[in-house]
T-cell receptor, first 117, second 116 residues
Framework: NAGVTQTPKFRILKIGQSMTLQCTQDMNHNYMYWYRQDPGMGLKLIYYSVGAGITDKGEVPNGYNVSRSTTEDFPLRLELAAPSQTSVYFC????????????????FGAGTRLSVL | AQSVTQLGSHVSVSEGALVLLRCNYSSSVPPYLFWYVQYPNQGLQLLLKYTTGATLVKGINGFEAEFKKSETSFHLTKPSAHMSDAAEYFCAVILISNFGNEKLTFGTGTRLTIIP
């Protein structure tokens, strides 16, 4: 059971560089999410997707872009990295609570630790 | 608007003592409530959840939480702390957006330290 897989685990970027954080899930979940976790701040939602081709902004979307071309994949793109984007990034997925079954439980990847210097 | 507040960013208890982590929510509709645990350098794992039905919910590792509508609370407890319980704990509520989509809103977390 792979669950939610994130790559890479660690990355160091220079200011202004771009990169894509990869996220894939093998549970056929319709919902997928990207969060960032900063010390003492809990998790903040960056973007989420309710299905292939459909995405929406979360609390802190500025500086990021996403796409959802397939059910399985939900990559997060940083176009011009800034020091403020130094954080730990988590991808998660879930069924809709309306579908029932797992009732909205989110399954998390192990995270990507990103430093922008 | 819906949100969740965790009281106390750090809690320390002695091994064998009661663990109590506090969570209050605000919601205009019946909430879906969750507790997640994060061990060092790992992602979040579900401890327990409340959706409907019985208000006392039992989770993994001996944890439980009680949904109290009158107090808008969902506090997490464990009768006897173990060293392996040291972690960060997040309370969360399902937030329904204006478009009917579901977003999980997290509290800021409580770091639990167990004193030998």
């Amino acid at each position: 059971n792979a669950g939610v897989t994130q790559t890479p685990k660690f990355r160091i970027l220079k200011i202004g560089q771009s990169m894509t954080l990869q996220c894939t899930q093998d549970m056929n979940h319709n919902y997928m999410y990207w969060y960032r976790q900063d010390p003492g701040m809990g998790l903040k939602l960056i973007y989420y997707s309710v299905g292939a081709g459909i995405t929406d902004k979360g609390e802190v979307p500025n500086g990021y872009n996403v796409s959802r071309s397939t059910t399985e994949d939900f990559p997060l793109r940083l176009e011009l990295a800034a020091p403020s984007q130094t954080s730990v990034y988590f991808c998660a997925s879930s069924y809709s609570i309306r579908v029932g079954g797992s009732n909205g439980i989110q399954y998390f990847g192990a995270g990507t630790r990103l430093s922008v210097l | 608007a819906q949100s969740v507040t965790q009281l106390g960013s750090h809690v320390s208890v002695s091994e064998g003592a009661l663990v109590l982590l506090r969570c209050n929510y605000s919601s205009s509709v019946p909430p879906y409530l969750f507790w997640y645990v994060q061990y060092p350098n790992q992602g979040l794992q579900l401890l327990l959840k409340y959706t409907t039905g019985a208000t006392l919910v039992k989770g993994i590792n001996g944890f439980e939480a009680e949904f109290k509508k009158s107090e808008t609370s969902f506090h997490l407890t464990k009768p006897s702390a173990h060293m392996s319980d040291a972690a960060e704990y997040f309370c969360a509520v399902i937030l329904i957006s204006n478009f009917g989509n579901e977003k999980l809103t997290f509290g800021t977390g409580t770091r639990l330290t167990i004193i030998p």
